[in-house]
């Protein structure tokens, strides 16, 4: 009761405090900004053009999330991690946030080498005006159509190209890239389920073992699950499982 008392006074105190505050401004006739948007016609079409500049911007950041992982290493690699947190049977350890963030810094390791290219093709060359955007847009696709191109199954990219019905060409340098992504998403996707299967089979032989001592001995009410997840952790432990994941993840964009 006492304290129901304390924080009403504290209430008091705070809306005295303010509406004094907003009297004492409003006697001093204190300005108070007005914030708004102002829509005004193109006086020149550098103005429309710069708009359509700004306006694609805009979209290719609202776009940036779906880019990242569509483009990059980032679907292998937050797979991967997922497929590992499950056949250890962790539930939610390590929790989405470390997960995700593990795989974003991943994804960075393994992309420097295609940001750097991007870097010195495209955007030094149009920030320092040599170059127009067009320009600049065509040459950062580049690197990263030749990091897709490599990790791309030939199967995967004839199954699009059959489909967009397309016309052939002699380079595959040349392909679209409307082919070429949607084919990188399901080779990676591919390549995630294969690691997430071979992921499971040292902790499934665990829970196995585990499962059959507890039928021998006659334990039926005890979950194999509770026994054998300490032993699948010393095992991740001891052979320095995250080194291990990690590596195997990296050399396989190499």
Do not use: H
């Amino acid at each position: 009761m006492k304290s129901c008392r304390t924080n009403m006074i504290f209430y008091i105190i705070i809306a005295v405090v303010v509406l004094s505050s907003t009297s004492a401004l409003a006697a001093q006739n204190v300005p108070i900004p007005k914030v708004g948007i102002n829509m005004e016609p193109a006086e020149t079409p550098q103005d429309v053009a710069l708009s359509l500049q700004i306006l694609f911007l805009l979209t290719i950041l609202s776009l940036a999330p779906s880019i990242l992982i569509m483009m990059t290493s980032f679907t292998r690699i937050v797979i991967v991690l997922s497929f590992v947190r499950n056949a250890i049977g962790t539930q939610q350890m390590p929790p989405n946030q470390v997960m995700v963030g593990l795989a974003l810094f991943l994804t960075l390791f393994v992309m420097s080498p295609v940001v750097s290219q991007i870097n010195e093709q495209a955007f030094k060359p149009y920030m320092a005006e040599e170059i127009t955007f067009e320009q600049a847009v065509e040459r950062s696709m580049g690197p990263l159509k030749n990091f897709m191109l490599r990790q791309t199954r030939q199967k995967d990219l004839a199954l699009f190209v059959n489909l967009s019905e397309s016309t052939p060409v002699s380079d595959v340098n040349q392909i679209s890239s409307r082919v070429l992504i949607p084919a990188f998403i399901i080779s990676e996707l591919k390549t995630a389920f294969q690691i997430g299967f071979l992921l499971f089979i040292p902790f499934l032989i665990i829970d196995m073992v585990v499962a059959s001592t507890l039928m021998s001995m006659g334990m039926m009410m005890l979950p194999p699950v509770m026994v054998s997840l300490p032993f699948k952790i010393l095992l991740f432990i001891m052979v320095d499982g995250w080194n291990l994941i990690v590596q195997s993840l990296i050399m396989g964009f190499r």
